[in-house]
């Protein structure tokens, strides 16, 4: 058999039945399933390195006829399923397939997944999957995780939060993940020698640093906000921490994991009013 016909045939196999478009080759898709496609890309802050399959085949959920797109993520070693969608040609509803259940659930709220790949390209940390979990409108996604380029495997994982960003050390080594839920935000520290969480934001022994009282913080309300790496070791973070009758202790601090010391700590107290 030709060898260019083999290949062609080969193709039509893998690909009957369904679109796989990466993200820059857009240009030859009907419209109504380009249009769907964009509103499903942007639920990403990069399409780099993900790739949507539009099914041929349209579904009907609640009486609404959809639009079935798998995204994937891409590895040196193949593809992985991240999340499978189905979508109205009207602006509503939309919907997520949910493993646990084994069944499509609407979503009002556009979700947001973070991803970023580490310098040297080893690993990639990422936002994955939607649950039936409801904060502030938002449905949590399902798993934070790290996992290895190399052989697509998980590295390290904690159940998904509502807002969630990355951040890699200039030399890889460490990644900064920031995790937000209603009223808090967090910033964790991971170590990838050790796959151990080297630093996670604590109130007590930050309290100490700033010499208030835990006591000051009664309904447990703080929010670390990442701010940069300073060195391949040492990071910048502001804070901001509710106090007794409607103040906030507000200020930033510089932690170096070498030495696990504060540094250039500041703090305000402001008052309600």
């Known amino acids: 058999m030709n060898k260019r016909l083999l290949i062609v045939l080969l193709l039509v196999l893998c690909f009957s039945g369904c679109y796989s478009v ?11 399933q380009k249009a769907v496609l964009d509103s499903i890309s942007a639920y990403y802050n990069t399409s780099q390195h993900k790739v949507f399959q539009i099914s041929s085949d349209s579904i009907t959920i609640d009486g609404e006829v959809c639009i079935v797109i798998d995204v994937y993520g891409t590895t040196s070693v193949g593809t992985y399923l991240i999340e499978k969608f189905a979508v109205s040609q009207s602006p509503h509803p939309r919907f997520f397939f949910s493993d646990a259940d084994d069944h499509y659930t609407e979503f009002q709220v556009a979700p ?26 938002y449905n949590v996604p399902r798993k934070i995780r790290v996992i290895g380029l190399s052989d697509g495997l998980e590295r390290w994982s ?23 839920g209603r009223k808090w935000t967090d910033v964790i520290i991971l170590d990838t ?22 006591a000051q913080n009664p309904d ?17 973070s502001d804070y901001a921490i ?10 930033s601090f510089v932690y170096d994991l070498s030495t696990s010391l504060y540094t250039d700590t500041t703090v305000e107290i402001i008052s309600e009013g």
Not at 22 to 32: D, F, G, H, M, N
Request: hydrophobic share 35%; net charge negative.
């Open 22 to 32: 990466i993200a820059e080759k857009q240009s030859t898709l009907p419209s109504a």
């Open 158 to 180: 904690i159940t998904g939060t509502i807002d969630t960003h990355f951040w890699w050390s200039h030399d890889g080594r460490y990644l900064a993940v920031q995790c937000s």
């Open 112 to 137: 947001f997944f973070d991803s970023s790949d580490s310098p040297c390209g080893e690993y990639r940390a990422e936002v994955i999957g939607m649950t039936d979990t409801y904060i502030s409108g």
């Open 220 to 236: 447990g309300v703080a929010s670390f906000t990442f701010n940069g790496w300073r060195s391949d070791h040492s990071f910048m």
């Open 193 to 214: 020698i050790s796959w151990s969480e080297v630093y996670h934001t604590t109130f007590a022994e930050f309290f100490n640093i700033l010499e208030i009282s835990s």
């Open 242 to 251: 509710d106090l007794e009758d409607g103040a906030r202790a507000v200020g």
